[in-house]
């Protein structure tokens, strides 16, 4: 009749064991996921370098227009966002059937000082 203590201590000693086990398992498991992670994104790396690499290129080729463009253009674009002033007090740009896009401004934005000077008209 000893034999019921040992039985249970024995299985007392096995379950103990298992939980260190499984974090070992688990360990292990998370260890392979990290490899696989970083294999596939070494893969993704080698299959895009090219086109990054021909991407810089063109970025540097482009690299005069671009200046240029903001040499000329820049002035102009400081002075619309000088007049609209601040974007949340408009509506989201509308494209009108006949291909114009309006910015409607916001019923409840401040409104424009109507003693502000008004562009000419524009001939069209």
Do not use: C
Not at 6 to 30: K, R, V
Not at 79 to 88: F, H, I, Q, V, Y
Request: charged share 25%.
């Amino acid at each position: 009749m000893r034999v019921k203590p040992l039985l249970t201590s024995l299985l007392i000693a096995a379950f103990a064991g298992a939980p260190a086990a499984a974090n070992d398992e688990t360990a292990q498991g998370l260890s392979l996921l990290e490899r696989g992670a970083q294999l596939l994104f070494q893969g993704l790396m080698k299959d895009v370098e090219p086109a990054l690499r021909e991407f810089e290129g063109a970025i540097g080729q482009m690299q005069p227009q671009l200046r240029q463009f903001l040499l000329e253009m820049g002035p102009a674009f400081i002075a619309l966002t000088e007049k609209m002033g601040d974007l949340s007090h408009y509506e989201l740009p509308e494209m009108l059937p006949n291909g114009d896009i309006i910015l409607r401004r916001k019923p409840e934005a401040t409104p424009i000082d109507p003693a502000a000077p008004r562009p000419e008209d524009i001939e069209l």
